[in-house]
């Protein structure tokens, strides 16, 4: 197992946070979300390197294979986060920030959840509430994995660092950067992700009630909505409407 526990729980003790690691989970998300619905005592993170059946947005399994990624999930108060509208966006800044302090890889975002490297997706991001609290649930392709699924084979990429023997600083530089991101205000997050989004300027497709719809990217509003052109009809999308594939 790439997570070093005796530098974790170290980590644990400097930030007065718990965390809970695993060899192997169905997923993150999941054991964080029984604890608070059974009310028994919820660690701030729960991580591994091997999820059997991990998730993301709209239902989509997420690929977990063992030791070739980290997924782990952070829990925080709600009154963390100021604005709701921006956990999502928030966590994919923080996820990249902490990629490019740890192993020195530039990665750009695809709105609204995923991060990118050459093409390929490297990140995805599950932003759930439960409760009183946020469930910010985190997968990161670290190493190529030799067996990927026929129907992600276009769209799957790793880091591959140059070092990469110990997941443990990743981890801790995740849970630092949402910290960090989440005192920002709010303009200096849509700046930021604004800078960061690739697909700004270019061409895109999107399904609008129930019809695919191609036009150019015009930017990020206020809300984190998607801004798009199309036959001179400006479209605000939501995250929860569309599906975008750029060109």
Avoid at 146 to 167: M, T
Avoid at 170 to 178: S, T, V
Avoid at 185 to 210: A, M, N, P, W
Wanted: proline share 4%; with cysteine.
């Amino acid at each position: 197992m790439k997570l070093n526990r005796k530098s974790i729980e170290l980590f644990c003790r400097e930030e007065k946070i718990t965390g809970l690691i695993l060899e192997e989970t169905e997923s993150t998300n999941l054991v964080l979300k029984n604890k608070i619905k059974t009310h028994k005592p919820v660690p701030d993170f729960v991580a591994t390197t091997f999820q059997t059946a991990g998730r993301g947005r709209h239902g989509k399994s997420f690929f977990s294979p063992k030791d070739c990624g980290l997924y782990v999930t952070f829990c925080f108060p709600r009154g963390n986060f100021p604005f709701p509208e921006a956990v999502t966006p928030l966590a994919a800044l923080a996820c990249r920030d902490a990629i490019l302090e740890t192993f020195s890889v530039s990665c750009g975002i695809k709105w609204v959840n995923d991060l990118y490297l050459k093409g390929k997706k490297v990140c995805g991001i599950l932003c759930e509430a439960v409760e009183d609290q946020i469930l910010i649930g985190i997968g990161v392709n670290i190493l190529s994995s030799p067996q990927i699924p026929a129907e992600i084979q276009k769209i799957y990429g790793a880091l591959d660092p140059l070092d990469c023997k110990d997941y443990s600083k990743l981890l801790k530089n995740m849970d630092l950067a949402i910290k960090k991101r989440s005192l920002q205000k709010k303009e200096i997050l849509i700046q930021d992700y604004t800078r960061f989004c690739f697909h700004i300027g270019k061409r895109v497709s999107f399904f609008h009630q129930g019809k695919e719809t191609t036009g150019i990217c015009q930017g990020i509003d206020d809300s984190f909505h998607l801004i798009v052109l199309s036959q001179e009809k400006e479209f605000c999308l939501s995250s929860g409407e569309i599906s975008i594939q750029i060109h």
